[in-house]
């Protein structure tokens, strides 16, 4: 079964601008969490979605955005660049999110901002 | 959101167990406890969770304390490539809350 994967593996960007990231979970999940991941701040949950719908949200702020279709597959989109996205975004999938089930991370897409 | 605590870092020989603590103390009684690992460059890695009882699998051991306020992963034989860092986890629906991890070094 292939793992989740994440597109594109590294972007580098200019502040204000916005940037797009794709995952794919593993096939039969539904749902997909994304974490962002600096070194400051360490791991922190962006948000999750299960069956098409936001069924968690983070402590972030409304730049910081995302959506899942039908095949589960999902994006996350980041609006008005600021120097202090710059991070390794991770998204994983489990097959329904319940807190008993194992979340299978992706290898991350790295955001650099200048 | 409750965080767990561990210490920063931690340091094994290769081919000895290796016991990594975690407090919980503000665990509510239908929360499981996960752990997964992070291994340089990689996005995290599920290594185990459990409920109330020691739960074993083929990369660990898990031994939740009877009032659920901590827990130890028992890594049986420590190798080389199980130098990562291990984040205790509450498990909540759809997210896991991160804290620091632990750092751990393998020595050959």
């Known amino acids: 079964k292939a793992g989740v994967t994440q597109t594109p593996r590294y972007l580098i960007k200019t502040r204000g601008q916005q940037v797009t990231l794709s995952c794919s979970p593993i096939?039969?999940?539904?749902?997909v969490s994304w974490y962002q991941q600096t070194p400051g701040q360490g791991l922190q949950f962006l948000f999750e979605?299960?069956?098409?719908?936001?069924?968690n949200k983070g402590n972030f702020p409304g730049r910081f955005s995302g959506r899942q279709f039908s095949n589960s597959r999902s994006e996350m989109n980041v609006s008005t660049l600021e120097l202090g996205d710059s991070a390794l975004y991770l998204c994983?999938?489990?097959?329904?999110?319940?807190?008993?089930?194992?979340?299978?991370f992706g290898p991350g897409t790295r955001l650099t901002v200048l | 959101d409750a965080k767990t605590t561990q210490p920063n870092s931690m340091e094994s020989n290769e081919e000895e167990p290796v016991h990594l603590p975690c407090n919980h103390s503000t665990i509510s009684g239908t929360d499981y406890i996960h752990w997964y690992r992070q291994l340089p460059s990689q996005g995290p890695e599920y290594v185990i969770h459990?409920?109330?009882s020691n739960v074993n699998n083929r990369m660990a051991s898990l031994a939740i304390a009877e009032d659920r306020k901590s827990s130890t992963l028992i890594l049986h034989r420590a190798t080389l490539r199980d130098a990562a860092v291990y984040y205790c986890?509450?498990?909540?629906?759809?997210?896991?809350?991160f804290g620091q991890g632990t750092t751990l070094q393998v020595k050959p």
């Open positions: 979605y299960f069956s098409e719908t936001q069924r």
């Open positions: 994983a999938s489990s097959q329904d999110g319940s807190s008993y089930n194992e979340q299978f």
């Open positions: 459990g409920l109330t």
């Open positions: 986890i509450r498990g909540d629906t759809g997210k896991l809350i």
């Open positions: 096939s039969g999940h539904r749902s």
